[in-house]
């Protein structure tokens, strides 16, 4: 976890630095999307080759799946109750501001 | 859409790939996913520092921003709670702790095999990968269906890394800083949420 925030602080701060060069930031989108169908990718692998979910996803994946959508439905409510009540106004005002 | 069929595809060709191709030593280590997500994040976090609107968001947020990952967590041991309802063989409170991992499969998954066996523990599994998968899938259907806090939600614990950079692209970098502080504040809350609701 320490890693994986210096990694992202290190990036932010060139980032920042590189920030009134706009082409290289149409480059850096593209490289970010070609790694993500990478890391899809290697993640697909690393789910092929665990024995343990590939031999039971067909017993326990349908309890695994409603959990999820019920985790993942509760979370998306609740962050969007909590969007509107407190922070959407301020932020579109903000936002709108800026540009 | 185009991008989530890609991302699909992707994944696809990995587990069969994973299942049925002899690969090369290099593409098996579990090293690699992290040596390409070290990629990905550095890469993210350029994309971050550069964007003038990204600290647009916690600039007057203060104290207020903990109510998005406290809202998070709520909602996700409500709704896991809920959806036991439908599964004979799962308690209430053993779905709670599922749904507590929010995402963070690795460390939950160990906890709740560790105090609960490995039948649980391998659900925990199970439904914490399907969380992050399905946000990086279902992103762009999210935020045109429930707007930009969607995909962090659904995202959980994930939003500080793997699913960082899709909410990125998603939901707008302006997003981006509350997902990685949402991420970072679910991170730290998966052991302490899933040790509670367990003992």
Redesign the interface.
Known sequence: ?I???V?????????????QKRA??AV??R???A????????????????E???S??HI??I?????????????????????RL??AQ??DT??TD?? | MK?SL??LC??????????FVD?PAF??K?D??LW??????????????????TF??L???NI?IF??P???I???????????L??HD?SIRD?MA??SG?GYYSLSSIYITEMRGE?LG??????????E????LAAPL?VAW??G??P???A?ATA???TL??I??NSGK?FAILA?FSG?VL?IAVPILVTFILS
């Open positions: 976890m890693e994986i925030l990694i992202m602080v290190t990036g932010i701060i060139i980032g920042y630095l590189l920030r290289v930031f850096i989108d490289i970010v999307m790694v993500i169908f990478l890391l899809l990718f290697v993640l697909g692998i690393s789910v092929g080759l665990n343990t979910v590939v039971t996803i326990i994946g309890q695994a799946m409603v959990l999820t959508l019920g985790a993942v439905a509760g979370s998306i409510t609740c962050c969007w109750l909590v969007w407190f922070f301020q932020f903000e936002v800026e540009r | 991008g890609t991302i992707c994944f696809i060709v990995g587990v069969v790939s994973g299942l690969l593409a098996t579990s690699l996913t390409v997500l070290y990629a990905l994040i550095f890469f993210v976090g350029i994309g971050i520092g550069g964007d003038a609107t647009s968001v600039k007057k947020s207020r109510l998005i406290a809202a998070i709520g909602g996700s041991l409500a709704g896991s709670a809920i959806a036991s439908l599964l799962i779905a599922i749904g929010l039948v391998t659900i925990a599994l199970l439904s914490n990968i399907m969380r998968i399905f946000t990086l999210l429930f707007g806090t969607a962090i939600a659904s959980g500080m890394d793997t950079p899709i990125t692209i302006e990685l970072v991170t």
